[in-house]
Structure formats: C-alpha cells, structure tokens
C-alpha cells in the first residue's frame, strides 16, 4: 500500500445525474477526510471520519452531498443531482489519529458537469 | 476560527534566485501549521511543519519556514530556485484544538521559475 487511491481520477457528467467517487487510504490509517477544492482556491473541508463513524458532516456543501465508510476502510462520495456548482476537484487524505502532519492525500477525482 | 493568508496568488523568480512566499496565519491557540506543495495532476505534498518545536522549520527540497508569533507569519523561502519547484504551495492551519484535525488551507501562491 503505496498511497492514497481515489477512483475515477476525472468524472465528466450531465446536470443532474449522480456521481459516486471512491476513496482507499492508507490501510493503517483511521482517518479519512474529504476536501473540494475549486478553480483558483485552496482544498475546503467538507467532512471526516474516524474509522467507520463520520464524526462531523456539517461542512457538507448541501444535502445533497453524502458520503460512507461503511467498514472503516475506503469510502465512497456521493453527490445526487449534479450542479454546474459542483464541478470542482475532490480530494481525500488519510491520517493515523489526525497527528500533525500526517496526511497523505490522494490524487483527487475532478468532476465536471455539463 | 483559524485561518490563514497567502500575500501573493502569483510569484515568479528567476532560476537560481531566492524565493519568498508569504503567509500569515490567525489562530486563537498555538497553531500547527503547514506548507504543501501541489504539482499539476499530482497530488498535495507536505513540505514542512511546525507543531510548536523549533522556530524554523526545514522540508523537504531545500525549502524552510520561520514560524514568528509576534508577526503571526510563517513564511516559506528557498535559497535558491529550481525550474522543477514551479508549483501552487498552500500554506495550511490545523484545528488541533479540535478533535477533527481537519486543516484549512491558504488561498495559495502560484510559483513560475524563469530560466
């Protein structure tokens, strides 16, 4: 386990329809964060967990945002009914017990929607 | 609320010269504090950190960062530029008197190396 792999790496989609991306930390790491990051500005906190609790969800964007880590290993990002919005890069890190420092981010999934 | 400002969206140098991206952060507790470098389609990669050790701070590819509290500044400088150290670099604060850990990142500094 050499990183963080985040699946697909680019997501072209229509307005309106629903996407899913999928995160898989480092496998010894607890935490998972999930960070959107547009054109021109640095990565926003959207929402964590530690290993399959999501301990904060209120930086979500909308409710139209979710996201699982239904067994404590990878998890998934799930955005129903696309905006134009939305389109953006989004990242994922993990961390052992969120120590300083200790993030490994992935290479993101940019989505697009037309 | 913690937060952090980055003085410059664009910074260009020539190869071979120093480089100084400036970042200022707020913080209500003793903040840990970040710099991380991004390379087209690549990922974010830690440069250097402070977590309340030493003063400054040494990372990785030569670059270093003064942490000063009276001037609230965290400053990253490189003596002297490479072409491949063309990148956008976030400076970064963890919310470490939080649970959450979670890190709020600068606005970011483009930096061009000319030749």
């Known amino acids: 386990d050499t990183g963080v792999s985040q699946d697909p790496r680019h997501k072209i989609t229509k307005r309106g329809q629903n996407v899913t991306f999928r995160c898989d930390p480092i496998?010894?790491?607890?935490?998972l964060y999930w960070y959107r990051q547009t054109l021109g500005q640095g990565p926003e906190f959207l929402t964590y967990?530690?290993?399959?609790?999501?301990?904060?969800k209120s930086r979500l964007l909308s409710d139209r945002f979710s996201a699982e880590r239904p067994k404590g290993s990878f998890s998934t990002l799930e955005i129903q009914r696309t905006e134009q919005g939305d389109s953006a890069m989004y990242l994922c890190?993990?961390?052992?017990?969120?120590?300083?420092?200790?993030?490994?981010f992935g290479s993101g999934t940019r989505l697009t929607v037309v | 609320a913690q937060s952090v400002t980055q003085l410059d969206s664009h910074v260009s140098v020539s190869e071979g010269t120093p480089v100084l991206l400036r970042c200022n952060y707020s913080?209500?507790?003793?903040?840990?504090l970040f710099w991380y470098v991004q390379h087209p389609n690549k990922g974010l990669q830690l440069l250097l950190k402070?977590?309340?050790?030493?003063?400054l701070v040494k990372g990785i590819n030569g670059f270093e960062a003064e942490f000063k509290k009276s001037e609230t500044s965290f400053h990253l400088t490189k003596p002297s530029a490479h072409m491949s150290d063309a990148a956008e670099y976030f400076c970064?604060?963890?919310?470490?008197?939080?649970?959450?850990?979670?890190?709020?990142f600068g606005s970011g500094t483009r930096l061009q190396v000319q030749p």
């Open positions: 890190a993990s961390s052992l017990d969120g120590r300083a420092g200790g993030y490994t």
């Open positions: 496998s010894e790491h607890n935490r």
């Open positions: 967990f530690q290993n399959e609790a999501q301990l904060e």
């Open positions: 913080s209500s507790y003793s903040p840990s």
């Open positions: 402070y977590t309340s050790a030493a003063t």
């Open positions: 970064v604060v963890s919310d470490r008197d939080t649970g959450r850990r979670a890190l709020t």
